[in-house]
């Protein structure tokens, strides 16, 4: 099981306008929220497909074993959409 502040690769297997579904390998699937990006906003937002690979960070873990992820580095400040964000999906390569 994940610790808070862990970092992870994971899958995204699902999504919807909230949030997207990503299996990071263990017992549950995660929750990373389409809000959980650097200068995200509601109208703009990452619209990643299934089966993209994700590079992030573990929220919070909860008593449930529900795993919440972010893609929010607290150090840098770079925005998802600009291509120079630390937590971001990964292009390239293979899994």
């Not at 959980?36 to 993209?52: L, V």
């Not at 449930?64 to 840098?76: A, F, G, R």
């Not at 600009?82 to 971001?88: L, V």
Request: net charge negative; hydrophobic share 35%; charged share 25%.
């Amino acid at each position: 099981m994940p610790r808070e502040n862990d970092t992870i690769i994971g899958v995204i297997v699902g999504r919807n306008p909230e949030f997207f579904t990503v299996d990071i390998g263990s017992e549950s699937l995660a929750n990373l929220s389409t809000l959980e990006f650097q200068n995200a906003t509601r109208k703009e937002k990452p619209n990643y497909i299934e089966g993209t690979l994700i590079y992030c960070r573990v929220l919070s873990v909860d008593h449930y074993s529900k795993v919440q992820l972010t893609c929010i580095n607290p150090i840098e400040k770079k925005a998802w959409n600009s291509g120079e964000a630390f937590f971001t999906d990964l292009k390239g390569g293979l899994i």
